[in-house]
């Protein structure tokens, strides 16, 4: 599976952004502890796949971040880690680190690197170090591998969401998943957390 190079409307070409998945992950320590040091070979935004509900969710982050990037008006240290706390529904940077970022028990990653001028990188590159460094398997990053990885309960929970769509649990899609009414109940959940990421700050 190949890192897949993603263009995103409004965001001008030469900030080119990487993306790969992984699931299965067995260093997840090793690559947390890579990210504390501030190892600067391991500049990326390191995202725990189980709170990612689509594709949608992630790219809103990432154009936000971005966005805030080319304003100047990034909150955190850089445009990866903003990317993890443009996850976020509050204002609270070490909080969203801890809910969305990689931890020692990780088990499916979101990797997603960002290219600059400044700091320019090739997708060859990214991949072959990606290869070397993650101890995982890596997969599509789609909707319905990402909906596998998903645990629906703790998405609820970081985003104060009382609602009842078709997906259980990590995973677990009951019998009508698929159907017009469960698509359309996923569509909307996704639209409640987009929803709660681009009203942060203003109700916090």
């Known amino acids: 599976m190949a890192l897949e190079c993603i263009n995103l409307e409004h965001v001008p070409a030469s900030h080119t952004i990487h993306a790969a998945l992984f699931q299965n992950i067995k260093n997840a320590s090793f690559l947390h502890q890579q990210l504390l040091a501030g190892n600067t070979e391991f500049e990326y935004a390191l995202i725990d796949a189980s709170v990612?509900?689509?594709?949608?969710?992630?790219?809103?982050?990432?154009?936000?971040?971005v966005n805030d990037l080319l304003g100047n008006k990034l909150r955190s240290r850089n445009v990866h880690s903003e990317i993890v706390f443009s996850l976020s529904p509050n204002n609270n940077i070490a909080e969203s680190f801890r809910r969305f970022g990689i931890s020692p028990e990780t088990t499916s990653l979101l990797v997603i690197k960002v290219s600059t001028p400044s700091s320019p990188a090739a997708g060859e590159d990214i991949q072959s170090h990606l290869s070397k460094v993650v101890d995982g398997e890596?997969?599509?990053?789609?909707?319905?591998?990402?909906?596998?990885?998903?645990?629906?309960?703790?998405?609820k929970k970081i985003y104060k969401l009382n609602y009842s769509s078709g997906v259980?649990?990590?995973?677990?899609?009951?019998?009508?998943?698929?159907?017009?009414?469960?698509?359309?109940?996923?569509?909307?959940?996704e639209m409640?957390?987009?929803?709660?990421?681009?009203?942060?700050?203003?109700?916090?």
């Open 52 to 65: 990612i509900i689509s594709r949608l969710h992630a790219l809103a982050a990432i154009y936000r971040a």
């Open 138 to 155: 890596q997969v599509d990053f789609s909707d319905g591998v990402l909906r596998a990885m998903t645990d629906m309960v703790r998405v």
């Open 168 to 189: 259980n649990g990590r995973g677990k899609e009951n019998a009508v998943y698929g159907s017009d009414r469960t698509s359309q109940d996923s569509k909307e959940l």
């Open 192 to 204: 409640l957390i987009l929803g709660s990421m681009a009203l942060r700050g203003a109700t916090n």
